[in-house]
Structure formats: structure tokens, C-alpha cells
């Protein structure tokens, strides 16, 4: 199972600025990052997104992660886009990924309680169903809590075992449990610079911060489904399409430092990405196997 969106990884990336400063990191020579690809199935064509909410979200909650899911693949919103931002998957070999939202399952009476494990999230997004290319994606609100949640991780993916196999992936809500961690740069960080926090898009911390890590954890499902796609590092913990490329969301980012995206003048707002119904998103950097570079749409 793949940790994406690392909070651990976050940390380091800031307190590591922190101890050394912007002038001395400018110093260090990058190296090149390469996601090694381990000539695995990847999920291409048509992929069919299921949702099981678990726990209570808002009409208004569910509408803007739908509405992100839907974007992801409508060429009709305007410059720079979320379908734009999608359509590098296209590189990682044989071609597009075209995302479809599939069935939308209601769990608000907390079924398996408040505090769920590994094996309750492959159980509930079992309940997605299979539908050949395909991914269920787990999404637990504010009030539930998840084992390694804000401790190790702010999301997952990864894939049943057996003679049905399918991929799975899960975000939880943090706007109560560890926004500084999980829904940064939305919410001050709990360590690091700690530079003004930037204006939720879509006006809700926890769930615009759900998006961050919804980008991220289905990027990885597409391009790294069955853990033998694209990633550098150790199978177990791999850097992936967006978890390589973790708190960088525009052009002169750095740790501790979103870069410079786009600002709604009359709310505020920060986002990078238009979607469909007018929504706009913070959408986080993806690694180009082109450029073999985290790739930002501003």
C-alpha cells in the first residue's frame, strides 16, 4: 500500500528548511528525480471512480470533490485547468486515463464506528464494486479516525488481494484532527516557516485540503495501481507521480513555501486550476516523464 501526501515527508521538507535556510538550500545541487517505471499494469482507458462516504459530509462537501473528480477530464474549463493537470498521466505510457464518476455510496450512521484500521477501508471500498478499470475511493469525514492518519499519512492507495483485484484509494477530512498537516498550505504548518496560511479555494479548509490529497492519491492509483507502475524508492514507501513532488503548487516553490499561483481578488482565494460549474482548485505539482521534473500548471 502506497502513503501519499506524507505529513512525515512534509515535516522534513520544512524543518529541514528551516535549519538551513533559503540562500544555503539554493546551494545544493538537485538531483535528478526519475520515476522508474517496473513495466506493470497501469489503468488506462476509460477508469470508472466510485465514492463511499463514510461518515457525514454536507451536500455542499460532496459536491465540490465530485465536481474535482468530474473537471479531471472536462476539456470545457478554462486556462490553466484540472483537466490540464490530468493530462499528464497521458505520459506515463500507452496513453490517457479518462475518469467517469461511477456509484456514489452513503455510509453517514458510521457502520464500522469511529476508528477504523487497514483491512475497514479495503472492506468498505470493496463495497464499490468491480468493474474491470476501476478505483473506489474511501473519503472518512472530520470525525473519524483512521490508523496512521496525520501520524504517517493524509491519504492512500493501493489494491485487494485475491482472484478479483482491484485498486482502492482513501483521503480522510483534517480539518479537526491535523490541518497543518493535511490540509496545508490551507492551514499554518505545526512546524516550519510559519507563513500566513493561503484562502481556501471552495471556502472549507478540511475539504479543499481532501482535494490535495484526492490529486495526489489518484495520480498515484492510475500510473502505480498494483505496485509494479511508476515510482522511485522502495516499493513499501515509493515516491510516486504527485508524492514526489509534495508541497509544491507553483512556480518559485520551495519547502515551507507553496510558489506563487493565482489569487481571486475579490475573495482572496488561492487556487491554480479552473474546473467544471466554475470551481477552482489548489492542485499540487506532478512529476513530467518528459522533463524527468515536478511539473506545476502555474
Given at each position: 500500500m502506497a502513503s501519499n501526501y506524507s505529513s512525515d515527508t512534509l515535516l522534513f521538507l520544512l524543518c529541514s528548511f528551516?535549519?538551513?535556510?533559503?540562500?544555503?538550500?539554493?546551494?545544493?545541487?538537485?538531483?535528478?528525480?526519475?520515476?522508474?517505471?517496473?513495466n506493470g499494469a497501469l489503468l488506462k482507458g476509460t477508469v470508472t471512480v466510485s465514492l463511499i462516504w463514510y461518515g457525514k459530509f454536507t451536500p455542499i462537501q460532496r459536491s465540490i470533490i465530485v465536481d474535482f473528480l468530474q473537471s479531471l477530464s472536462s476539456p470545457k474549463s478554462p486556462s490553466p485547468s484540472a483537466a490540464s493537470w490530468w493530462k499528464t498521466t497521458e505520459k506515463y505510457e500507452t496513453g490517457a486515463s479518462t475518469l467517469i464518476l461511477g456509484k456514489q455510496i452513503l455510509d453517514e450512521n458510521y457502520s464500522l464506528g469511529k476508528s477504523l484500521k487497514n483491512s475497514h477501508i479495503v472492506y468498505l471500498?470493496?463495497?464499490?464494486?468491480?468493474?474491470?478499470?476501476?478505483?473506489?475511493?474511501?473519503?472518512?469525514?472530520k470525525d473519524v479516525f483512521v490508523e496512521g492518519f496525520c501520524m504517517s499519512r493524509c491519504g492512500t492507495h493501493g489494491s485487494s488481494r485475491g482472484k478479483i483485484?482491484?485498486?482502492?484509494?482513501?483521503?480522510?477530512?483534517?480539518?479537526t484532527q491535523c490541518p497543518g498537516q493535511c490540509a496545508w498550505p490551507f492551514h499554518q504548518p505545526i512546524y516550519g516557516p510559519q507563513t500566513p496560511p493561503l484562502v481556501a479555494p471552495n471556502g472549507d479548509v478540511g475539504v479543499d485540503g481532501m482535494i490535495i490529497n484526492v490529486a495526489t492519491v489518484l495520480a498515484g492509483t492510475i500510473t502505480n495501481p498494483f505496485n509494479n507502475g511508476y515510482f522511485q524508492g522502495p516499493a513499501t514507501a515509493p515516491l510516486e507521480a504527485v508524492s514526489a513532488c509534495t508541497g509544491m503548487f507553483g512556480s518559485g516553490s520551495y519547502p515551507g513555501y507553496p510558489g506563487q499561483v493565482l489569487v481571486d481578488k475579490s475573495t482572496g482565494a488561492s487556487y491554480n486550476a479552473h474546473g467544471v460549474h466554475g470551481r477552482r482548485f489548489l492542485l499540487p505539482a506532478m512529476w513530467d516523464p518528459?522533463?524527468?521534473?515536478?511539473s506545476t500548471l502555474v
Open positions: 528551516s535549519f538551513f535556510g533559503a540562500s544555503m538550500a539554493a546551494l545544493v545541487q538537485e538531483q535528478p528525480l526519475v520515476l522508474k517505471y517496473h471500498a470493496a463495497k464499490g464494486g468491480y468493474t474491470g478499470r476501476s478505483v473506489n475511493l474511501v473519503l472518512t469525514a483485484r482491484f485498486a482502492y484509494a482513501w483521503v480522510g477530512n483534517s480539518e518528459t522533463k524527468s521534473a515536478c
